[in-house]
């Protein structure tokens, strides 16, 4: 007897051609795309995926202080509630996931060792505030970490306290101003690049400085030149300049020694935005270069995860000129003992400008970012430079005779900017592009930034991509080029087709603003 | 090394494919006499196990706040975490995403924002919450530069309630930004005149509550007065388990709330990384500083989140930006959420009274031994006593035993003999009454 | 009466001593869709030059800067509710404010439509 009862083990003849793609699914899911609700929409306010006892009778001491009104919290089980956060993990792109070219971003990979360790209790269990001889290995980490730091850029002593990299820039940004207000000095102007990021002339702007913009030179560089003709324009009243370097363009300030020394010599300060240190570690040293203050974002050069938008770490180091005005807390060496100075009543023959924020940093990152300095030492930390230069210029090499290179003059360092002069009569913008680039499965590079080119387009790929991804990358580009250039327009003004959702109206998102979750007015539905 | 894909083989075929001889080609534009010569003197690179061995040796040169009684606060908490948290914020995805900048493939993390600035706007009782701050204090700080932005008057009014190293944060951006403070002497009790020290100048009165001593405070008629001045009230909170329990700010007139997030979802971290929370009225919505999430549709019409009002960041406005917050706290907003989605009303009500119970037994307890005394009034989870000698000499003598009694006042307020024989303790639902019990006998013998 | 405008592309139309004053429709183009529109106090006093309104879309914030020196005396209440009329009719329904002007021989330097489109066309 054959049997011939069972499942079908191919797939039926001419099913590849009846299109199902388009067809609406009762739940709206597509297969592993799963839609999920608002946990205000399916959460209950009598349910809680937390079990705890009710406390015995007692006399409260809240002395009238007690709440009267319901707070309007709605719970999920555990159940509930991890399908929900897995679900929405599932609409996200990582660099978990494939390549993540955020100029200016530094997405490397981030090593699980890192996570292992700042979960260990003698790290993540310890409270900021308990007696500094039951913390001496948390103490010890901090000191060794700004060691770390100092040695890399060749300075003299590092701020750990800031929370990320803007909060970084405050921070030097405040050394400088106190170091002028103890000279007797107050002048109220500061130098910045037109490529800057954001966040500088905001920095500047908190500390109540007036901006002076910087134009770049045709070759994407600031010129001493421009930085002394502006210094005279504005003599005696320049506090300090704001410089990235490199530089946004991704590239390397070829005059920044001499524009140090203009500066200084004008009685100014250097700040360097330290975002893209990742290029030169081992290379060349901040210090080196006239540098008296700069940030280092840990969750760009040293890899602690973005997290989705923080937390970051943004410890500054700092020269000779600045280092008595560092704020609290810091950690110094005592023989063999670490001691944290907290207040000024014990600080020694320093001139602390105050304190950037309550207790002393961010460790979960600190512990982080020195497990990734361990790993690498001296040799990795320098390869990984050399590495994150050589792809930024490989993915150059790859497309550079399609897309339009603004800067060819000079190699790029960890990054390579392009402008959307490539895309011309094409129909096709800088934004579609990209877009594009999502239903291919890549997350788009940073676009329109910096300013000082039409439509850019920064891509950094980081030390952390093979040669075989770099491959593909660059043939999928060109593929994307060509399309435009070939006038499949509809691939690029749709785009993207394919991710959980398409493109968003932000013009309804800032009009009419909805930022947290109401319930629907019953009314509207009868009116219906 | 394992981090870096490329074999010697790969590095030298791909300077040939760029067109140049060695990579240091690619460094030409490093003045000459600037190039390193020599390597960082630094360690060369280590294996995984050589690592973890190493961040063993440090990790457990610390106590750590599970393996002791344990009673510190002032402003950190001890909580319990539910293990889901930890596993949901280690996913790839939510770990290794950036800021949602493409909101196409970024609506997980844009979705648990938008949750996020709900939970906090209701448990505040505000009309609005951002995507968060740094920690509690930097964002006391921002709420101070945000009353001057909205009432264009520059003159703050700092409670002596306030935790003193928010006031050291507050006190620091102001005298940058060439701001006037008014700061009361630390306070206890509870029982400054903080009314009378408002007047036509005043921008804002920044008032913690419960205090930084413990106390809870009644900011009905300090808003009251605040508006009468055409002034707004900041309220601060640096335990946010506190609002299960008590009347939220929103409720008692407050105009922008912020306080320190850390106890829901996140752990003691040594004081980092924490979440500031941050909410205010609907009309000071354009003043505030950081991220903000809102619902919009896509293409095909259906809902989907963005980042908006992004007009008042730094990426846009530059030098007009309301501040020059970039990267926040995303990750910790995500453990916060999770942890706050478990609890819900009932959970987080009862996490509150469980917390108040049990400080209201030990202080009744602390409060009965001889030469001790319980100086507030109301409290929610923390108080502060009295001792008969200096507080941090008992801390140091009771952390030889292996308890860590609490938080000598002097830590914070070096400077202030009257304050020196305060201990803070705070007590939470991860309490035992071992730990009490140990806590009492202690202070019994040293006291 | 005339529109005269700046090289800010703002313009304005004098009626009296008051002049009404908005954002071009090339400028309303240039921005994108306008979202929120912060228009100055009534009884505010501008000087030519100066900071007087801001007008925003998604991407971009600008300021709008007072054409001449005076004092507010009405503003476009209804441009909080409908920004877009911005979009929809700058240099009609999207004015911004009004101001009684202190010094008529500031109009003289500004451009009139035909000066504007030439500038526009350089731009």
Redesign the interface.
């Known amino acids: 007897m054959v049997n011939s009862q069972g499942r079908p083990t191919q797939p039926q003849a001419g099913s590849e051609n009846s299109s199902g793609t388009d067809r609406p699914t009762f739940t709206g899911n597509r297969a592993l795309q799963l839609e999920e609700p608002l946990i205000f929409e399916t959460g209950r306010t009598d349910i809680t995926g937390v079990d705890l006892a009710e406390p015995d009778e007692f006399a409260s001491r809240l002395g009238g202080h007690g709440r009267t009104a319901p707070i309007d919290l709605p719970a999920l089980s555990e159940p509930e509630a991890m399908r929900h956060y897995v679900r929405l993990s599932q609409k996200n792109y990582a660099i978990d996931m494939g390549l993540y070219p955020l100029g200016s971003c530094t997405m490397k990979h981030n090593p699980r060792l890192n996570e292992q360790s700042a979960r260990l209790p003698g790290f993540s269990d310890i409270h900021p505030l308990q007696p500094q001889s039951t913390v001496q290995g948390a103490l010890e980490l901090i000191h060794e970490l700004g060691r770390w730091l100092v040695t890399i850029t060749g300075m003299q002593a590092v701020a750990m306290s800031p929370k990320a990299g803007a909060h970084g820039e405050l921070c030097g940004m405040m050394a400088i101003k106190a170091a002028l207000t103890a000279r007797g000095k107050t002048p109220t102007k500061v130098l910045v690049p037109e490529s800057a990021h954001g966040t500088n002339p905001a920095t500047a702007a908190l500390l109540r400085y007036s901006v002076v913009d910087v134009p770049a030179r045709k070759d994407g560089t600031v010129g001493a030149d421009e930085v002394k003709r502006l210094i005279a324009e504005h003599a005696g009243d320049i506090a300090a300049i704001m410089l990235t370097n490199p530089n946004t363009c991704g590239l390397f300030e070829p005059e920044i020694a001499e524009i140090a020394e203009a500066v200084h010599e004008a009685g100014g300060f250097f700040y360097c935005d330290g975002a893209n240190l990742n290029a030169i570690m081992g290379k060349a040293r901040p210090g080196d270069l006239g540098v008296d203050a700069m940030h280092i974002n840990l969750h760009k050069t040293f890899s602690t995860p973005h997290g989705g938008g923080g937390p970051g770490a943004g410890p500054v180091v700092l020269s000779g000129a600045l280092a008595p005005f560092a704020p609290l807390p810091f950690v110094e060496k005592d023989g063999n003992a670490y001691r944290l100075v907290e207040t000024e009543h014990d600080d020694g023959g320093s001139h602390p400008f105050g304190r950037m924020t309550a207790f002393h940093g961010q460790m979960g990152m600190f512990v982080r970012a020195y497990a990734w300095m361990l790993s690498h030492g001296s040799d990795g930390m320098k390869q990984a430079s050399e590495d994150a230069v050589l792809n930024a210029n490989y993915v150059r090499a790859g497309l550079a005779d399609l897309m339009s290179l603004p800067y060819p003059d000079h190699p790029s360092m960890h990054e390579v900017l392009f402008d959307d002069s490539f895309l011309k009569d094409t129909g096709v913008s800088t934004l579609d592009f990209a877009k594009a680039m999502i239903d291919e499965g890549y997350h788009p590079m940073t676009m329109y930034f910096p300013l000082v080119v039409h439509g850019a387009l920064l891509i950094e790929p980081t030390e952390s991509e093979s040669r075989a991804s770099l491959d593909l990358f660059i043939a999928t580009m060109r593929d994307l080029v060509m399309a435009a250039k070939g006038g499949e327009s509809e691939r690029f003004t749709g785009a993207p087709h394919f991710a959980p959702r398409r493109r968003l109206d932000e013009t309804r998102a800032a009009r009419n603003p909805i930022l947290k979750w109401a319930p629907p007015a019953p009314y509207e539905e009868a009116a219906e | 090394?394992?981090?870096?894909?490329?074999t010697d083989q790969?590095?030298a075929?791909?300077?040939a494919?760029?067109?140049?001889g060695s990579?240091d080609?690619?460094?030409?534009?490093?003045?000459a006499d600037?190039?390193?010569k020599a390597?960082?003197?630094?360690?060369?690179?280590?294996g995984?196990m050589?690592?973890?061995r190493?961040?063993?040796?440090?990790?457990?040169?610390?106590?750590?706040?599970?393996?002791t009684p344990?009673f510190?606060g002032?402003?950190?908490y001890?909580h319990h975490v539910?293990a889901?948290v930890?596993h949901?914020?280690?996913?790839?995805?939510?770990?290794?995403?950036?800021?949602?900048y493409?909101?196409?493939?970024?609506?997980?993390?844009l979705?648990?924002l938008?949750?996020f600035?709900?939970?906090v706007?209701?448990?505040t009782?505000m009309?609005?919450?951002n995507?968060?701050m740094?920690?509690?204090?930097?964002g006391t700080g921002e709420a101070v530069?945000m009353a001057h932005r909205v009432t264009r008057r520059n003159k703050a009014v700092i409670s002596g309630g306030l935790?003193p190293?928010?006031r050291?944060?507050v006190?620091?951006?102001s005298?940058?930004?060439?701001d006037r403070l008014d700061i009361l002497p630390p306070d206890p009790a509870g029982s400054e005149d903080i009314i009378a020290r408002i007047d036509d100048e005043t921008s804002c009165v920044v008032v913690q509550?419960p205090s930084f001593y413990g106390q809870?405070i009644?900011m009905k008629p300090i808003a009251e007065a605040c508006h009468a001045k055409g002034a707004l009230l900041v309220a601060v909170f640096t335990e946010v388990v506190s609002?299960?329990?008590?009347?939220?700010p929103g409720?008692q007139g407050a105009d922008i709330v912020v306080g320190e997030g850390q106890s829901i979802g996140n752990?003691?971290?040594?004081?980092?990384?924490y979440v500031g929370l941050f909410a205010t009225r609907q009309k000071y919505?354009?003043q505030m500083p950081g991220?903000?999430?809102?619902?919009?549709?896509?293409?095909?019409g259906?809902r989907?989140?963005?980042l908006?009002?992004?007009?008042r960041?730094?990426?846009?406005?530059?030098?007009?930006?309301t501040?020059?917050?970039?990267?926040?706290?995303?990750?910790?907003c995500?453990a916060f959420t999770?942890h706050?989605?478990?609890?819900?009303?009932?959970?987080?009500?009862?996490?509150a009274?469980?917390n108040?119970?049990?400080?209201?037994?030990l202080?009744e307890r602390l409060d009965a031994i001889t030469g001790v005394s319980v100086i507030?009034?109301?409290?929610?989870n923390e108080f502060t006593v009295r001792l008969s000698e200096d507080a941090a000499e008992t801390?140091?003598r009771l952390?030889e035993r292996g308890i860590?009694a609490g938080?000598p006042v002097s830590?914070?307020e070096?400077?202030n003999p009257d304050l020196a024989d305060m201990l803070l303790v705070a007590v939470t639902?991860t309490t035992t009454d071992d730990e009490m019990d140990r806590l009492v006998t202690a202070l019994q013998e040293v006291a | 009466m005339s529109v005269k405008y700046t090289d800010e592309h703002e313009w304005i139309r004098v009626d009296g001593d008051v002049a009404t004053v908005g954002i071009t429709a090339y400028a309303a183009e240039q921005l994108g869709d306008v979202v929120f529109v912060e228009l100055p106090a009534v009884g505010k006093t501008v000087e030519k030059g100066g900071d007087a309104a801001v007008v925003e879309s998604v991407k971009a914030a600008s300021e709008v800067y007072a054409p001449v020196s005076g004092e507010v005396v009405e503003v476009n209440e209804a441009l909080n509710d409908a920004p877009q009329t911005v979009n929809e009719a700058a240099e009609g329904d999207g004015w911004f404010f009004k101001i009684r002007l202190s010094d008529t021989s500031q109009l003289d330097g500004l451009m009139d439509a035909d000066a504007y489109k030439a500038f526009v066309d350089s731009q």
Do not use: W
């Open positions: 090394m394992r981090y870096l894909p490329h790969d590095r075929d791909m300077l494919r760029i067109g140049v990579i080609d690619l460094f030409a534009d490093i003045p600037k190039r390193l390597p960082l003197d630094l360690p060369p690179h280590c995984e050589e690592v973890a190493m961040m063993r040796g440090l990790a457990a040169k610390n106590l750590s706040a599970v393996e344990f510190a002032a402003g950190a001890r539910p889901m930890d949901i914020i280690q996913r790839s995805e939510f770990l290794t995403s950036y800021t949602p493409q909101p196409e493939i970024t609506q997980g993390t979705q648990y938008f949750e600035q709900t939970q706007a209701n448990l009782a009309d609005v919450a995507a968060s740094y920690d509690g204090s930097t530069l935790h190293q928010y050291a944060v006190e620091n951006l005298q940058m930004a060439d509550s809870l009644d609002l299960g329990l008590i009347e939220p409720a752990g003691l971290n040594f004081g980092g990384p919505v354009r991220r903000l999430c809102g619902e919009t549709v896509d293409a095909e259906s989907g989140f963005v908006t009002l992004s007009t960041e730094q990426h846009i406005r530059r030098d007009k930006a501040s020059n917050i970039c990267t926040n706290s995303g990750l910790c995500l999770v706050m989605t478990l609890l819900g009303e009932a959970g987080i009500t009862r996490l009274r469980i108040h119970a049990k400080a209201c037994r202080a507030n009034e109301s409290f929610f801390v140091e952390t860590v938080v830590r914070l070096p400077h639902e």
